[in-house]
């Protein structure tokens, strides 16, 4: 089963999304993570993402007129029920009020500590972190990470990204003809970009699909490395998951489930992409098949129920395709009292 969805975030932020979801996951103390953004609705939406894993959290939006002795004591109020506070609303500063916060915060860090025994995220406006660096250098000492969640401008795309192939029963004159259109492309560009990635991708699937698994595999590596070197770790998931479909087909099933489930299942689960989680799921349940080992049965079977919970409730195409392998394997799954389904 393919895995070819892409939703918010934006891929080359989801690298620094994990990271705030680890530190939010770890309570309890004082930590200040600097959070660089350039799009409030943007940033709106990653806090809202956020919000549904740990409620413990709220947004703070801050008036220009707060001193840092006000901005400590509110935090001081607002902090005994709270996990996290996210303080927005900077970017609307004039750079004398955010140097005047910077300032006095700096000042009085230690007094920002005990008030706030808690995460503390403070999303500054695109390049504020460097001014924060440079005002308040002994609270700067203090800081657990700096992330960038700006937007840059989209990756350049060209006619030859937006022609991709379907992958729907083309025949070996198409795939042939569409690799060499890619092959040439790619000539041209000394240093692929992020977009070049994809194309990377549909060429390791055209060699797939023609049985040439060594040019396949190195199509695939070289799209690891473009997504690893942008930090995209969505889109590394979803190349993990193409190599490990292409060792499979090789028969080095070992070492494709070792992909799927150390490098690719934690990857969407830490973003929390339910349908990716049951597409990889599955998959890890046919390689366990494909290995045929009578005490690893019992392992797929639950995976093949969980995923299909899943793919029910979100009500995809995906729940058919995961009854059938069920019922080729001559496998049930338990009741579910809630919507009645019976094994």
Request: glycine share 6%; net charge negative; charged share 30%.
């Amino acid at each position: 089963m393919k895995n070819y969805h892409y939703s918010f975030p934006d891929g080359r932020h989801s690298g620094n999304l994990i990271r705030l979801k680890r530190l939010l996951e770890h309570p309890g103390h004082f930590r200040l993570v600097l959070a660089e953004h350039n799009a409030p609705l943007y940033r709106d939406r990653i806090i809202e993402w956020l919000a549904d894993s740990f409620p413990h959290s709220t947004t703070w939006p801050v008036s220009s007129d707060l001193s840092a002795g006000d901005f400590i004591e509110r935090l001081r109020k607002l902090g005994p029920e709270q996990e996290a506070i996210q303080v927005v609303g900077l970017e609307d500063w004039s750079p004398e009020a955010e140097s005047r916060l910077f300032l006095g915060l700096n000042y009085r860090r230690e007094d920002l500590a005990a008030a706030a025994p808690l995460l503390l995220v403070l999303w500054l406006p695109k390049g504020a972190a460097t001014r924060f660096a440079r005002e308040a250098p002994d609270l700067w000492a203090w800081r657990t990470a700096v992330l960038d969640f700006a937007l840059a401008p989209l990756p350049e795309r060209l006619d030859i990204h937006n022609r991709a192939l379907a992958f729907r029963g083309e025949d070996a004159e198409r795939l042939r003809a569409r690799r060499r259109e890619i092959a040439d492309y790619l000539q041209t560009r000394p240093e692929p970009g992020h977009a070049d990635g994809g194309l990377l991708l549909e060429a390791a699937r055209i060699y797939e699909r023609l049985g040439e698994w060594d040019r396949a595999l190195q199509a695939a590596e070289q799209a690891l490395a473009i997504y690893r070197d942008n930090d995209d770790q969505r889109s590394t998931a979803v190349t993990q998951g193409q190599i490990a479909d292409i060792l499979q087909a090789r028969g080095q099933l070992d070492e494709a489930l070792r992909i799927r489930t150390e490098e690719q299942l934690p990857v969407y689960e830490r973003l929390g992409d339910v349908r990716s989680i049951l597409v990889c799921r599955t998959n890890i349940a046919l390689t366990l098949l494909e290995r045929g080992r009578a005490e690893e049965r019992a392992q797929a079977n639950e995976l093949l129920c969980l995923a299909l919970t899943d793919a029910e409730r979100l009500r995809i195409p995906e729940a058919r395709q995961i009854e059938a392998i069920l019922q080729q394997f001559g496998m049930t799954c338990p009741p579910l009292p809630s919507n009645g389904r019976s094994g």
